[in-house]
């Protein structure tokens, strides 16, 4: 079988209608055939997407360190461990002041440093650092752009209306920092003053309070969320050390063909893998972790060792098989499947491209996604089965649905639907062409995919996004 066949090798598609007509029951199944579950027929678009959903449960929870935990799901809500701030800290570097202005100056305290070792008397001030824990009786900060200094009380008091000299505006902060970054209350500024010329300072003004921004035990997120970096740094801002997560499922990536070449140009009678480069962008995008790609001669021997785990490394919850799922000479996926013993959940979808695609699950609970040869054929498989899987098993919710009017000519299928790579545009979703079954170069160019349904008559249209980021 080829990574890249011609279409004639896709079976006709059968009427999505007739699938819930009454009939006689099924014969029962030869010796040696795969033992077929409630949706063994080939099921319509939208069907065989749920049943993917639903073929298996979020894996159980672990808990891993923050580095480790990115692009997993919380398995359980995020509590705040400490209050944020912990303490009513300064929101500006400046001035810390009680009372009326002028204030004496009487210390330095920094973020990371000692705390001020008393209270402020009414008349005085610590300049601070931006984070640093207010004194006991500060009752505002003053911002240096406010803040004018003097080494010695203006007359007046500073107050607006009375003669007071010129002041200088404050110097950085650095030029008082001592080493280390602890508390001073000697040297630099201390001993010298200062005042607001706009007049007294609003009470509370530039202090954060403690837990203002979060107190302490908030639920800030909820389970099933998507640890993104942000959510990352909101943790360990938070108080934790690691996340209880769901794992990201593990899947193996098999493809298939005598003929198919990894590097360089394809001789007489070759082609590139073009499947194997494109799955493990799609798998992380759904929330999994894909293996390297691994490369199968034709055959039911090396499909079957590869299927038991008998190959070196570790089996993953997700098996997919690349270029094996048609009914061609050299497709042996449903023959090696029966001899393991698994349960074919879905047997051919009716969709156009890519209706010989299958999804089957092992003895051991392992999934097995049989994709078509032809790359976007086996694009379009990807996105039906294999991503509603891993995302079911990551935790993660439904992909979002989105609408949309489709402008162009487009030719529907009588009984199958059709997946049309497509861009948004301003009056709708507009076709880009070049999207026939053995080329990628439509979805290279495409935003989503437009689902058009059997007899479609124009109405809007089901977008399915194509993994550009992570949603």
Same mark, same amino acid.
């Given at each position: 079988?080829?990574?890249?066949?011609?279409?004639?090798?896709?079976?006709?598609?059968?009427?999505?209608?007739?699938?819930?007509?009454?009939?006689?029951?099924?014969?029962?199944?030869?010796?040696g055939?795969?033992?077929?579950?409630?949706?063994?027929?080939?099921?319509?678009?939208e069907?065989?997407?749920?049943?993917?959903?639903?073929?298996?449960?979020?894996?159980?929870?672990?808990?891993?360190?923050?580095?480790?935990?990115?692009?997993?799901?919380?398995?359980?809500?995020?509590?705040?461990?400490?209050?944020?701030p912990?303490?009513?800290?300064?929101?500006?570097?400046?001035?810390?002041?009680?009372?009326?202005?002028?204030?004496?100056?009487?210390?330095?305290?920094?973020?990371?440093?000692?705390?001020?070792?008393?209270?402020?008397?009414?008349?005085?001030?610590?300049?601070?650092?931006?984070?640093?824990?207010?004194?006991?009786?500060?009752?505002?900060?003053?911002?240096?752009?406010?803040?004018?200094?003097?080494?010695?009380?203006?007359?007046?008091?500073g107050?607006?209306?009375?003669?007071?000299?010129?002041?200088?505006?404050?110097?950085?902060?650095?030029?008082?920092?001592?080493?280390?970054?602890?508390?001073?209350?000697?040297?630099?500024?201390?001993?010298?003053?200062?005042s607001?010329?706009?007049?007294?300072?609003?009470?509370?003004r530039?202090?954060?309070?403690?837990?203002?921004?979060?107190? /302490? %035990?908030?639920?800030? !997120?909820?389970? $099933?969320? @998507? *640890?993104? &970096?942000?959510?990352?740094? +909101?943790? =360990?801002? #938070?108080?934790?050390?690691?996340?209880?997560?769901?794992?990201?499922?593990l899947?193996?990536?098999?493809?298939?063909?005598?003929e198919?070449?990894?590097?360089?140009?394809?001789?007489?009678?070759r082609?590139?893998?073009?499947i194997?480069?494109?799955?493990?962008?799609?798998?992380?995008?759904?929330?999994?972790?894909?293996?390297?790609?691994?490369?199968?001669?034709?055959?039911?021997?090396?499909?079957?060792?590869?299927?038991?785990?008998?190959?070196?490394?570790?089996?993953?919850?997700?098996?997919?098989?690349?270029?094996?799922?048609?009914?061609?000479?050299?497709?042996?996926?449903?023959?090696?499947?029966?001899? /393991? %013993?698994?349960?074919? !959940?879905?047997? $051919?979808? @009716? *969709?156009? &491209?890519?209706?010989?695609? +299958?999804? =089957?699950? #092992?003895?051991?609970?392992?999934?097995?996604?049989?994709?078509?040869?032809?790359?976007?054929?086996?694009?379009?498989?990807?996105?039906?089965?294999?991503?509603?899987?891993?995302?079911?098993?990551?935790?993660?919710?439904?992909?979002?649905?989105?609408?949309?009017?489709?402008?162009?000519?487009?030719?529907?299928?009588?009984?199958?639907?059709?997946m049309?790579?497509?861009?948004r545009?301003?009056?709708?979703?507009?076709?880009?062409?070049?999207?026939?079954?053995?080329?990628?170069?439509?979805?290279?160019?495409a935003?989503?995919?437009?689902?058009?349904?059997?007899?479609?008559?124009?109405?809007?249209?089901?977008?399915?996004?194509?993994?550009?980021?992570?949603?």
């Open positions: 079988m080829a990574v890249l066949r011609s279409t004639v090798h896709e079976a006709p598609s059968r009427d999505p209608a007739a699938l819930s007509s009454p009939g006689p029951s099924p014969a029962p199944s030869p010796a055939a795969p033992h077929r579950g409630a949706h063994a027929e080939a099921l319509p678009w069907s065989a997407r749920r049943v993917a959903a639903s073929a298996a449960g979020p894996l159980s929870p672990v808990d891993l360190p923050l580095h480790l935990a990115y692009g997993c799901r919380l398995a359980g809500p995020l509590r705040a461990l400490v209050p944020v912990g303490a009513d800290v300064a929101a500006m570097d400046g001035y810390a002041v009680a009372g009326d202005p002028p204030w004496r100056i009487t210390g330095l305290v920094l973020a990371g440093g000692a705390a001020y070792g008393a209270a402020l008397a009414p008349g005085t001030a610590v300049e601070i650092a931006t984070g640093a824990p207010v004194p006991e009786g500060a009752e505002a900060v003053l911002p240096y752009e406010a803040a004018v200094r003097t080494g010695a009380p203006p007359p007046g008091g107050v607006p209306g009375r003669s007071a000299p010129p002041g200088r505006f404050t110097p950085p902060l650095g030029r008082f920092a001592p080493p280390g970054g602890e508390s001073r209350t000697a040297g630099g500024p201390v001993g010298e003053w200062v607001a010329p706009s007049g007294a300072v609003e009470p509370g530039h202090i954060r309070r403690r837990g203002e921004d979060c107190p /302490l %035990g908030t639920v800030v !997120l909820t389970a $099933g969320s @998507a *640890v993104t &970096p942000a959510v990352l740094g +909101l943790a =360990a801002g #938070l108080g934790h050390d690691v996340l209880r997560v769901r794992p990201k499922p899947v193996s990536v098999l493809v298939t063909g005598d198919v070449v990894t590097l360089g140009l394809p001789g007489p009678g082609v590139r893998d073009a194997g480069p494109m799955l493990p962008g799609l798998v992380e995008w759904a929330g999994g972790r894909a293996e390297a790609p691994s490369w199968l001669p034709d055959g039911a021997r090396a499909l079957t060792a590869a299927l038991a785990g008998t190959q070196d490394g570790p089996p993953g919850q997700v098996i997919v098989v690349c270029g094996a799922s048609s009914k061609g000479p050299a497709d042996h996926l449903r023959a090696v499947l029966a001899g /393991l %013993g698994a349960e074919i !959940l879905v047997d $051919g979808v @009716a *969709v156009r &491209p890519g209706h010989p695609q +299958l999804l =089957a699950r #092992l003895p051991d609970g392992r999934l097995v996604a049989g994709l078509p040869g032809n790359p976007y054929a086996a694009l379009v498989a990807a996105l039906t089965l294999l991503a509603p899987a891993v995302r079911a098993l990551a935790g993660g919710p439904e992909a979002p649905r989105e609408r949309s009017a489709l402008t162009g000519h487009v030719r529907p299928h009588h009984a199958d639907t059709r049309v790579a497509v861009r545009g301003g009056r709708g979703a507009v076709p880009v062409g070049h999207d026939r079954p053995g080329s990628l170069w439509g979805a290279a160019l935003e989503a995919l437009a689902v058009v349904p059997p007899g479609w008559r124009g109405e809007p249209v089901e977008l399915v996004s194509l993994p550009a980021q992570r949603v």
